[in-house]
């Protein structure tokens, strides 16, 4: 099966201030990426998804950026953060063939806080 | 667009009670349906999932649901619960043509000892 890491764990940042989250694959190759947000209450908010190296989705506007420099890395990037970009931040992946029918594998999250 | 709602946002349940956690989702065409659990201080993992064939599919941990074409829904559910079962749940479904997978909400449970 596939390990998602992702780092860091907790971050606190200013507002203004600039942002970059990272995320790296472990056991598949070619697969698809995802970046959510997680609210309490709300479950999972799908930010962005990538198919392959440098091909990025974005579902919804907002002040996130997200780039794929490599085949199992994915970024998570802001210029200026915001207060409401405060939030939990999950990388998954799935296996790039018939991608609907795959489970997703979820890394252990980062906790974003800004004030 | 697709959606997916379940509909308890917090369960409170005694061991040895049944378990019943609904979702109805939203779309038109063929899905496929999972249910995630995350425990805690674990990362989100696969609970069972349902693609075609049988619609009640089993899972791990005694875990089982029901696909319900003519409803859509898909419900969660297990005959006795733990303790260890203390987690969040989520419904999921994504589109048999596409990439994404649409979250529930989420269900907590709590499991009294």
């Known amino acids: 099966s596939q390990t998602i890491h992702q780092w860091p764990a907790t971050l606190v940042q200013p507002v203004g201030s600039p942002l970059s989250l990272e995320c790296t694959v472990e056991?598949?190759?070619?697969?698809?990426l995802y970046w959510y947000r997680q609210a309490a209450g709300r479950g999972l908010q799908l930010l962005f998804y990538s198919v392959g190296i440098g091909q990025i989705s974005s579902e919804v506007p907002q002040n996130l950026s997200a780039s794929r420099p490599q085949d199992r890395q994915f970024i998570l990037s802001s210029k200026k953060l915001l207060l409401s970009d405060s939030g939990f931040y999950l990388c998954a992946s799935s296996d790039g063939r018939f991608s609907s029918y795959n489970e997703q594998f979820f890394g252990p999250g980062t906790r974003l806080t800004v004030l | 667009a697709q959606s997916v709602s379940q509909h308890n946002h917090h369960v409170i349940l005694s061991e040895a009670a049944s378990l019943e956690l609904g979702c109805n989702y939203s779309y038109g065409g063929t899905v496929n349906l999972f249910w995630y659990v995350q425990y805690p201080g674990q990362h989100l993992q696969l609970l069972l999932k349902?693609?075609?064939?049988?619609?009640l599919v089993k899972g791990i941990k005694g875990f089982e649901a029901e696909f319900i074409k003519s409803k859509f829904s898909f419900n969660l559910r297990k005959p006795s619960v733990q303790w260890s079962d203390t987690a969040e749940y989520f419904c999921a479904v994504s589109d048999t043509g596409g990439f994404k997978t649409i979250f529930g909400a989420g269900t907590r449970l709590f499991v009294k000892a």
């Open positions: 056991g598949t190759s070619n697969p698809n």
């Open positions: 349902y693609f075609s064939g049988d619609p």
